[in-house]
């Protein structure tokens, strides 16, 4: 069975980071490719940033490709993703999701056939 769990989230002051953390279970790290999204209030799910790590393949959103950073850990199973320089925008919860690597790395949603239950993510000014 696949599961995804993400952790890391917090309070962080305006223009601080955090690292977000998805560990994966119930799958080889090639079969399916690992993305991060993030939905606030009222909002539509965003997709950010997503890796396929046997390569390292990744595909990044241009509203945040200058402050994110995703990457993976294959030994822990484990993907992140680096926030540097958050802004009171960045308040959100943020999922991680796994989308059939056959698929390539794309930040569509309805790509994804698993998903963590998310952390939550608030930045202050």
């Known amino acids: 069975e696949v599961q995804l769990a993400e952790s890391g989230g917090g309070w962080v002051q305006a223009g601080g980071s955090l690292r977000l953390s998805c560990e994966a279970s119930?799958?080889?790290?090639?079969?399916?490719?690992i993305g991060w999204f993030r939905q606030a209030p009222g909002k539509e799910r965003e997709g950010l940033a997503c890796?396929?790590?046997?390569?390292?393949?990744?595909y990044y959103a241009d509203s945040i490709k200058d402050r994110f950073t995703i990457s993976s850990d294959n030994s822990k199973n484990t993907v992140y993703l680096q926030m540097n320089n958050l802004q009171l925008e960045d308040t959100a919860g943020y999922y991680c999701g796994a989308m059939p690597a056959g698929l390539g790395v794309s930040l569509i949603g309805q790509l994804y056939d698993y998903w963590g239950q998310g952390t939550q993510v608030a930045v202050s000014s």
């Open positions: 119930g799958f080889t790290a090639g079969d399916y490719s």
């Open positions: 890796i396929w790590s046997p390569d390292n393949s990744t």
